[in-house]
Every structure is written in structure tokens, then in C-alpha cells.
């Protein structure tokens, strides 16, 4: 018997995510130095220096196991909130929240129905546990199709996943479509609604899903320190929910999944109020500078509640970027083959990733002209 025929059949079928290329590697492969990378919507300004200042505080106690229940941060963010301390769930990254659903509610034979495109996670932790991922296509201006997505629930279906804005188009909906999305759902599927860029939302009427708790209990927001907060690297996010889901997905949960470091930075950022002001103005002007530079250049993009944007620029301008030292997403295997998505940097990498994709196109103009 081979190793293969030990593994669990939805193991052996699952396809690895692919994250954004490292700068380090391009670098390397190369022999460049001065790459950027708009790729994996990571803040441009870096991490709140009151989180890092947190960090070089603990690190002297990583002898120790961290709070299991993360009772600082626990306390902070249910003050924040306006939720109960009972409702918070953490996880190493929100992908972590996400997993622990998947574990909680989903077996072999189970569905579970989200957007797509929409992010890789989603079928990676609904296959993770045997389930069966119940995609249901984007309209095509790239919104949510909520009526087709209310139609997908059968009874079989365990969890519906929604991602408010959608990743990796940048585009939401709002309060009304949210709620006759929800009134036409039956109360005993669990409805994860993810918000990893709820920060960064400029719509004013941006659904509240967290009143939702109060008469519909199997739900449950997903938040992440990752997005606006600048701390990917220490790998924190968490989930919002009734105290019951709470209790169950508590569980599944590992009791030191949330490391030292990880929880003494999120209460730092958490209180970093002029870093988060300042990566929002940056974000908001740069968003709008590459849409309308793109524009400039006969690129359609998409409206972005979100820190990128959603550009069909074609399939080849992701390879021959890399070339030019410039990193971004590729989004095919998404079924958007002639799009990519570009996060939006500092000014100047914005400008620098405009002018690139300005030389490329005359270049291939050029070429055309001599064919
Ligand atoms: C980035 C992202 C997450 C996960 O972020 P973590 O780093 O795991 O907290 C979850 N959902 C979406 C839509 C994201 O874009």
C-alpha cells in the first residue's frame, strides 16, 4: 500500500492555496533587488508602530503559553463591539475562524455554499473536512447573486458563506439586499458573513450584520487584524457570534492557537488610531488614482470597498509585470482568466506599477505597428 492510497480521499483531492509571490523569491529568481509586491492586500504603510513597540514588550514572556482566552484583547474588542465577551472567537488568522466552522459544522456529505469568485479558502476548508462546496457564480457586474445563492440551500446544506466586500473583486452589497438575502434563509443553516476589509468600506449603507446575532443566533462575522490593522505576520483575526456558536466553535478551537506576540500586537493596533487614519486616506486615494489611471489606459476595474482593485488589464500582463520587478495577483484558475488584483500601495509603487503597465502597452502596440 502507497502513502497516497493512506491519505483521506478529500486530502489527496485538495488543491493548495496559492498566495501571492514573495518579494524575496522574485528577487532571487531574478537576481533583482528593488521589487514591489501589490499582491496579497497587505497595509502599504506597514504595521502600526504601537504594535510593533507591544511586541518587543512581550517578547521577553515567550517563555510562557499565551492567555488561552485571550482575555486582554477579549475584553477590548466585546467594549468596542458592543458584543458580549462570550461572542468573540480567535483564531491565527481569520482563515483559522474559517477552519474552525468548517470543522464545527461540516462532515462528509454536507454542503456548503459561497459566491464564486470568491476567496481560495472557502473550498479549501469545506474539502479540508470532506464537505461539498456549493459554488454559485457572480452576476455578471461581479456582485453577489443573493437570489441564486438562497435558491443553492438544500437540506443538506450546513453553512452559506458571504463575503462583504467580495475578495477578489471589491465590491459589496448593501444593507437591503442583505436583508432580503437573510429573510429568504432558513434559521438552521449557519451564515458566516466574511468581512476581512469591513474597514475599509466607503458605502454608507453597509450592512450591520452583527445586529443579526440578536434574532438570528447560527451567525457569525468574520473580522481580521490582517487587512487594515498591518499585522499578517503575526497571524490573528477573529469571529463575532451568538454565545452558543461560540461555545461549540470554542471546542474545535486548539487553546493556544493565538500566540503572545499575536494577541499583545492586535490590542496595540486596536488603539492606533491615527495609523489606521492614515492607511485609510492613503487607501482611498490610491484607489482612486490607479481606477482612474487604469481608466486613462482603457482598463475596465471595478468599484472597491476593499484595499485593491479588480482590473481587466489581460492574462499576460501578470508574467510580464514580474519581469519589471512588480508583483500582483493573477486571477486565473478564478474564472476572471483577463483580470488581475492589484493592492493598493504607497503612492509611489502605485506610480510605479502605472508606469509599467503604460510601457508595456507600447511596447505591444509597437509590436503591432511593425507586424
Ligand atoms: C485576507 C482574507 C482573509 C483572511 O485573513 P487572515 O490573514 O487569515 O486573517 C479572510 N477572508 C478574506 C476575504 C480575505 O481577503
Known amino acids: 500500500m502507497s502513502v497516497r492510497d493512506l491519505v483521506k480521499p478529500h486530502i489527496r483531492d485538495l488543491a493548495p492555496y496559492k498566495p501571492g509571490k514573495p518579494m524575496e523569491e522574485l528577487e532571487r529568481e531574478l537576481g533583482i533587488s528593488n521589487s514591489i509586491k501589490l499582491a496579497s492586500n497587505e497595509n502599504p504603510l506597514g504595521p502600526s508602530p504601537k504594535a510593533v513597540a507591544a511586541i518587543r514588550e512581550a517578547a521577553d514572556q515567550i517563555h510562557r503559553y499565551p492567555d488561552g482566552a485571550s482575555f486582554k484583547l477579549r475584553s477590548k474588542l466585546a467594549a468596542r463591539l458592543g458584543v458580549g465577551e462570550d461572542q468573540l472567537v480567535f483564531g491565527t488568522g481569520c482563515d483559522e475562524v474559517l477552519e474552525l466552522i468548517a470543522k464545527t459544522f461540516v462532515g462528509p456529505g454536507d454542503e456548503v455554499v459561497f ?182 489606459l482603457g482598463i475596465e476595474t471595478w468599484p472597491t470597498d476593499s484595499n485593491f482593485v479588480l482590473a481587466r488589464a489581460g492574462a499576460d500582463v501578470y508574467e510580464a509585470l514580474l519581469h519589471q520587478g512588480v508583483i500582483i495577483r493573477p486571477m486565473s484558475g478564478f474564472g476572471l482568466d483577463d483580470c488581475v488584483r492589484i493592492s493598493i500601495g504607497l503612492p509611489e509603487e502605485n506610480e510605479r506599477l502605472i508606469k509599467a503597465i503604460t510601457e508595456l502597452r507600447a511596447a505591444t502596440d509597437a509590436e503591432g505597428d511593425a507586424a
Open 115 to 296: 459566491p464564486w469568485p470568491s476567496f481560495a479558502m472557502y473550498p479549501i476548508v469545506v474539502t479540508g473536512m470532506g464537505g461539498t462546496s456549493v459554488r454559485v457564480p457572480l452576476k455578471a457586474d461581479l456582485d453577489h447573486d443573493l437570489d441564486a445563492m438562497a435558491e443553492a440551500v438544500t437540506d443538506r446544506t450546513r453553512v452559506v458563506m458571504v463575503c462583504n466586500p467580495n475578495n477578489p473583486t471589491g465590491v459589496s452589497f448593501g444593507a437591503e439586499a442583505f436583508a432580503r438575502f437573510v429573510s429568504r434563509l432558513p434559521d438552521d443553516v449557519v451564515l458566516a458573513i466574511d468581512e476581512a476589509y469591513f474597514e475599509f468600506v466607503r458605502r454608507t449603507d453597509f450592512p450591520d450584520a452583527t445586529k443579526l446575532l440578536a434574532t438570528r443566533p447560527a451567525t457569525i462575522v468574520l473580522r481580521t487584524f490582517s487587512k487594515i490593522y498591518g499585522i499578517a505576520g503575526v497571524r490573528i483575526g477573529y469571529g463575532i457570534t451568538s454565545p452558543e456558536v461560540a461555545s461549540y466553535l470554542e471546542r474545535a478551537r486548539h487553546p493556544f492557537n493565538v500566540n503572545l506576540l499575536a494577541e499583545a500586537a492586535a490590542v496595540a493596533a486596536l488603539d492606533d488610531e491615527e495609523h489606521l487614519r492614515r492607511t485609510l486616506e492613503l487607501n482611498t486615494t490610491g484607489g482612486d488614482y490607479l481606477r482612474e489611471e487604469l481608466g486613462k
